[in-house]
């Protein structure tokens, strides 16, 4: 269907649809048919959305574990322990999937480990928090290493 000066690409109309197409078409190497600026900027989206992914379960992992760690509160050690079962299967999963991100897990670590910091103090002001991390940036060990006492 030929498109009207008016009528917006299916990329804007339909993302859904306009996706179905480009599949349908690198199945069919009917490259030539693609619609290359937009792919480009779908296949560098999902590249940010990982390791956005990333940087988010790391940061609620790390927030959480210094919870677990130094937060007084025996009532809420479960719901902790829970969060970081959660993230770090989460976080091995993304590791799976693309082992090529370890190392920008570590690069990424230390302005998250400041983030989960101050949303620490955040939540417990009367809570002292170690400025430095206290859990190892090895990443085999920070996904299984339990860091508390049971």
């Known amino acids: 269907m030929p498109q009207t000066s008016t009528q917006k690409p299916l990329y804007d109309r339909d993302l859904n649809l306009w996706l179905e197409e480009t599949?349908?078409?690198l199945k069919a190497r009917q490259f030539d048919e693609l619609d290359l600026d937009n792919l480009i900027d779908e296949v560098e989206?999902?590249?940010?959305?990982?390791?956005?992914?990333?940087r988010s379960r790391l940061k609620v992992l790390l927030s959480h574990l210094l919870k677990r760690n130094y937060v007084n509160s025996a009532r809420d050690f479960r719901g902790w322990e829970s969060t970081i079962r959660e993230q770090r299967s989460a976080l091995q999963d993304i590791l799976d999937d693309s082992p090529s991100l370890k190392p920008y897990l570590v690069e990424v670590f230390d302005s998250v480990w400041q983030s989960a910091l101050r949303e620490a103090e955040e939540d417990y002001p009367s809570t002292q928090f170690p400025q430095n991390c206290p859990f190892p940036l090895d990443v085999d060990t920070l996904l299984?290493?339990?860091f508390w006492e049971t």
């Not at 989206?45 to 990333?54: G, I, V």
């Open 45 to 54: 989206a999902l590249a940010r959305r990982d390791k956005r992914e990333l």
């Open 23 to 25: 599949v349908a078409k």
């Open 144 to 146: 299984t290493e339990k």
